[in-house]
C-alpha cells in the first residue's frame, strides 16, 4: 500500500491487531463442511486431482487455495494460519479504503482517526470469526481481499483494468464479488464532487465488462445454472424475500448486540406476512431511502447505510439458498456503518471522547470475538454453542449428536438424536444415525 508513511503505519498496526486477535483460532478444528470441501475432498489433496476437478466446478480459486494448504500440511492449524493472514490484509486494505473516503468528506487533515477506528472496529468484530475461524468461511474473506484491492486501486486512480483484473480474482473465490461495479458507483456517488460522466464511464467500463465476463461464464457452467436451480426448489422468490427480511433482522442483531453468534442459527422459512414482518420490512425500506437521500448531505451515513445493503444484496436478497442467513455475509457489509459511526463521532465529540469511546468499544468487540473463536477449539463446543442458541435447529441437534458420539459421549449422541428426531419426525440422517448407534450398542 502506498502512501506516506504514517498512512502505512496505520495500515501496518490494523493488520497487526486482526492478527493477534485472531490468534486462538489457531487453535480450531475442522468444523462441519470442512470436511465435506476438504478434508474428504480429494479434488483438493493433489494437482492433478484439482485441474480434473476445475474444468466442471465452481469457485476455483477458493479450491486452488484449500489445494495449496493441503499440500503444505493437511491439518487444520495451517488452514487457520492463512485465514488469519487474509484477514489481517483485508484490515489494512479497510483502512486504505477508509483513509481516502474521510479523506473527501472530512479533509485530509482529519481523516486518519476515523478511518483507523472503523478498520479496528472491522478487523476486531465478533461477527468476524465465522470468515476467519472457520477454515471454509475463507470463501468470504479471500474473496474480500481481491475486491477490497480492486475497490483501492479504484480509489488511487489506478487503471480501470486493473481494478478489472483483481474483480475477476474475487469472481473466481466467491460470486457475490459481483457487487464490485455497483460499490464503484457507490464512491463516485458520495463523493462531495463528482467526476464527469464520461471520466466515469471510461475508468468503470473494464469492471462491468469483467462483470458481463463473469455472469456469463456462470450461465455456461451447468454446475453453477444447478445450484441456482436448485435454490428455487427450496423455495419461491416471494417466500424467500419474506425468509430474508427475517435474515436480515437476524444479521443486524449481531452486528449490535455482539452475542448470539451461530454457525447453524436455523432461521425458519417464511410464507406469509405477520405485523412483525411488515413492520421490520418498514423499517429496512426506510433505512435504505435514509441511505439514497443523505449520500449527497451526509456521505458517509449515506454510503454507510447503502453498502451494507449492497453487500447483502447477493445472498440477502431474491436468489434463494439452503440457510437464510450466516455470519460470515457480515463480513464486508459490517464496514459500512462502522464507517458512518467513526465519522459520526468525529464530528459530534472532541478528539480525547472520541478516542476513549473507540477504545472502550474496542475491547469489547476483541473481548467477544475471543470468546467466539473459543468456540470453535472442538466439534463439541461449537455445535453445543449452536444447540444452546437454537435449541429447536434439528439440524445442529444432530451435528451435535455426531460429535458426542466421535468423542464416545453415546449416551448423550443418542439424546440428541431423540432430540432432532422429535423436532422434525421425517428427518432421515438423525434417524439413521440413531438407528446405526444403537445397532453399535446392542440395542436393536
Not at 180 to 193: G, R, V
Not at 347 to 365: G, K
Request: net charge positive.
Amino acid at each position: 500500500m502506498t502512501g506516506t508513511a504514517g498512512e502505512r503505519r496505520r495500515a501496518a498496526a490494523v493488520a497487526l491487531a486482526a492478527a493477534v486477535a485472531h490468534l486462538p483460532s489457531l487453535g480450531g478444528a475442522f468444523q462441519f463442511d470442512d470436511y465435506n470441501v476438504i478434508v474428504n475432498e480429494p479434488a483438493v489433496h493433489s494437482g492433478s486431482a484439482l485441474l480434473a476437478a476445475l474444468a466442471g466446478g465452481v469457485r476455483p480459486l477458493l479450491k486452488a487455495s484449500y489445494a495449496l494448504n493441503w499440500a503444505l500440511g493437511p491439518g487444520p492449524q495451517g488452514f487457520h494460519a492463512f485465514n488469519i493472514a487474509v484477514h489481517a490484509l483485508n484490515s489494512a486494505l479497510i483502512y486504505g479504503i477508509g483513509r481516502r473516503l474521510c479523506g473527501r468528506w472530512l479533509g485530509e487533515e482529519n481523516a486518519s482517526g476515523p478511518a483507523l477506528a472503523a478498520a479496528l472496529m472491522f478487523a476486531l468484530h465478533p461477527a468476524q470469526t465465522e470468515a476467519v475461524t472457520y477454515v471454509c468461511g475463507r470463501s468470504s474473506s479471500l474473496m474480500a481481499a481481491f475486491y477490497l484491492g480492486a475497490a483501492l486501486l479504484f480509489l488511487r486512480g489506478a487503471s480501470g483494468f486493473a481494478s478489472a483484473a483483481l474483480f475477476a480474482l474475487a469472481l473466481a473465490v466467491k460470486e457475490s464479488a459481483m457487487t464490485l461495479p455497483a460499490a464503484l458507483l457507490l464512491f463516485e456517488a458520495s463523493a462531495p464532487q463528482r467526476p464527469a460522466w464520461k471520466e466515469v464511464a471510461r475508468r468503470h467500463v473494464p469492471v462491468w465488462l469483467a462483470a458481463a465476463a463473469g455472469m456469463l461464464a456462470m450461465l455456461m457452467s451447468a454446475r453453477y445454472r444447478d445450484l441456482l436451480g436448485y435454490g428455487f426448489t427450496q423455495r419461491g422468490m416471494t417466500q424467500n424475500l419474506l425468509t430474508q427480511i427475517n435474515g436480515v433482522h437476524y444479521l443486524m442483531a449481531r452486528l449490535v448486540s455482539l452475542r448470539g453468534f451461530n454457525i447453524d442459527p436455523g432461521l425458519p422459512e417464511l410464507s406469509s406476512w405477520t405485523p412483525a414482518l411488515a413492520a421490520w420490512f418498514g423499517f429496512l425500506a426506510a433505512l435504505a431511502g435514509l441511505g439514497a437521500a443523505n449520500l449527497r448531505r451526509r456521505p458517509e451515513l449515506g454510503f454507510g447505510i447503502l453498502w451494507f445493503f449492497l453487500q447483502l444484496a447477493p445472498t440477502n436478497s431474491l436468489v434463494p439458498r439452503l440457510d437464510p442467513a450466516n455470519d460470515r455475509q457480515l463480513y464486508l457489509a459490517c464496514w459500512g456503518p462502522f464507517l458512518a459511526l467513526a465519522v459520526a463521532a468525529s464530528r459530534a465529540l472532541p478528539p480525547l471522547r472520541a478516542r476513549a469511546a473507540a477504545a472502550i468499544l474496542l475491547a469489547a468487540f476483541a473481548a467477544a470475538s475471543v470468546a467466539r473463536q473459543i468456540d470453535y477449539g472442538s466439534e463439541v463446543r461449537l455445535w453445543e454453542s449452536s444447540v444452546r442458541r437454537a435449541p429447536d435447529n434439528a439440524r445442529a441437534r444432530n451435528n451435535l449428536g455426531l460429535a458426542y458420539q466421535e468423542a464416545g459421549r453415546r449416551e448423550e449422541a443418542l439424546e440428541q438424536y431423540r432430540a432432532a428426531l422429535r423436532i422434525r419426525p421425517d428427518y432421515t440422517k438423525a434417524g439413521v444415525n440413531k438407528r446405526l448407534l444403537d445397532w453399535e450398542t446392542g440395542k436393536r
